[in-house]
């Protein structure tokens, strides 16, 4: 669940390094997973996804990295961008017709120009 | 791409008024939509779950009576928010999955503020 009044981790980098966003997830039984990135005042947008039967998946600038053994997933974004500064979120989705999206907490991303 | 829309984009009202929120799928149609709740600095949390022509499905906590659900057509789903106070301000979001598209795509969000 979240915790109130925490502040949202801060990941700082500088424009054209590369980034790396890292989440936990919680239930073994989930098959899907997405990266969203959220904007100041605005809704969640789409990144990349991933299913479980994978364990890398590479987007334009994003690579999506999951280890189902530890429950780990990561967002790796190349040559970071001023315009990349914004809120990432994980998700991860159950399988079955009725399943719902579960979100990470969230990480920050500065970008330092 | 499939968008999603949210009106109104922001609102402010006086504590005990009914605010009204609507969710529209503009090119695609979607049985199901979803509704979050985001404070500041925190993740999205679903709320409750639109389905058309039956009763929504609410999250554990959050009060049916207070957060009234209406999906009347399989592209818009009401968010009504009855009596609000100053502790239900927040960002709301909705979303839906295109089935043709197989993903889920959120509304830009409303901001509510109760005073």
């Known amino acids: 669940g979240e915790s109130v009044g925490l502040h949202l981790p801060t990941l700082s980098v500088q424009e054209g390094d590369n980034s790396i966003i890292n989440c936990a997830y919680s239930n073994s039984a989930s098959d899907y997973f997405i990266w969203y990135k959220q904007e100041s005042g605005k809704g969640p947008q789409f990144i990349i996804d991933i299913r479980s039967n994978m364990d890398k998946r590479q987007g334009q600038r994003v690579t999506v990295l999951l280890n189902k053994t530890v429950k780990h997933l990561s967002l790796q974004i190349a040559a970071t961008q001023p315009g990349d500064s914004a809120v990432y979120f994980c998700a991860e989705n159950p399988p079955g017709a009725n399943s719902k999206l579960t979100f990470g907490k969230g990480i920050t991303l500065s970008v330092r120009p | 791409g499939a968008v999603v829309s949210q009106h109104p984009s922001r609102v402010i009202c006086k504590s005990g008024t009914s605010v009204k929120i609507e969710c529209r799928s503009l090119d695609f149609q979607a049985t199901t939509m979803f509704w979050y709740r985001q404070f500041p600095k925190q993740s999205l949390m679903l709320m409750a779950t639109?389905?058309?022509?039956?009763?929504?499905?609410?999250e554990q906590g959050v009060e049916k009576d207070k957060f009234l659900i209406n999906h009347a057509s399989l592209t818009l789903s009401t968010l009504t928010v009855t009596s609000a106070h100053p502790e239900d301000s927040s960002f709301y979001i909705c979303?839906?999955?295109?089935?043709?598209?197989?993903?889920?795509?959120f509304g830009p969000g409303t901001r509510l503020t109760v005073l």
């Open positions: 639109s389905n058309e022509g039956s009763k929504a499905t609410y």
């Open positions: 979303s839906a999955r295109d089935p043709a598209w197989g993903q889920t795509v």
